[in-house]
């Protein structure tokens, strides 16, 4: 595939790293042999993101997306923030990105606007995290209230670790259960009154050998601040989330 689109934004230099990034594979999981795992994998993924970037193009600050992109995302990061993204422009009535938060100061991932409600959007992959559960919160509780200062906002969490794959299929780990009450705790106490939700998002290749192709696909778990604690209904967000499903334990 020539990846067209990743050269027109992306630039020649970034699709080089990253092929010479794929024959490495560091990006395997840990435990998993390499010489186990195809490039085929991580080559539906730069194909994934040549599909949808172009989706953003005319979006406001799509540039400082690429100008950030081309310096400090590789592919994986690459697929994280659009397909997420992505899912926000089908039903959303406006999506922003690298809004300028003017309370904190801060770069949001995203601003996204539907009816009469408004939020920020950040994102964080968790292996980037310190590895103690609770630690992860904390900090994804703090940059959270940071970025979303003055206003609102929905943080989008990549668990990608969080799995392990039986038979083809994705189940999440004893530590993705911890994750989710852990985050409800806070919700119940009333903590993180700037936080509308936090989506934990996993994005894996799915093989089909009867078509030989392979597929990406996406899962989200919704963990939304309850009502009573002035937060929106999980209808709500599930109205404006286009995706492949949403995770189940």
């Not at 778990?221 to 995770?247: A, M, R, T, W, Y």
């Amino acid at each position: 595939m020539d990846y067209l689109n990743i050269k027109k934004h992306l630039g020649e230099d970034w699709l080089k790293n990253q092929l010479e990034e794929i024959e490495k594979k560091d990006w395997v999981k840990e435990g998993i042999p390499k010489e186990m795992v195809t490039n085929n994998i991580a080559f539906s993924v730069l194909e994934k993101i040549d599909e949808v970037i172009v989706k953003f193009e005319d979006i406001k600050n799509f540039s400082k997306w690429v100008e950030e992109a081309k310096t400090s995302k590789n592919f994986e990061d690459c697929l994280f923030e659009l397909m997420a993204l992505e899912n926000l422009l089908l039903k959303s009535d406006l999506v922003e990105l690298k809004p300028n938060n003017m309370i904190s100061g801060l770069v949001p991932e995203a601003l996204v606007k539907k009816d009469d409600i408004n939020f920020f959007v950040e994102m964080t992959k968790l292996k980037s995290l310190p590895t103690s559960i609770q630690n992860k919160v904390d900090r994804l509780s703090k940059k959270s209230r940071d970025k979303f200062r003055g206003s609102q906002g929905v943080h989008f969490i990549g668990t990608f670790d969080f799995f392990k794959f039986e038979n083809d299929i994705a189940k999440p780990l004893p530590q993705f259960g911890l994750l989710k009450r852990m985050i409800n705790s806070r919700f119940e106490r009333g903590s993180n009154s700037s936080i509308l939700a936090f989506i934990l998002v996993n994005i894996y290749v799915a093989y089909n050998p009867k078509l030989n192709r392979t597929f990406v696909q996406k899962r989200f778990d919704i963990i939304n601040k309850p009502e009573n604690k002035g937060g929106l209904p999980l209808s709500f967000f599930e109205s404006i989330f286009d995706v492949n499903g949403f995770i189940e334990e």
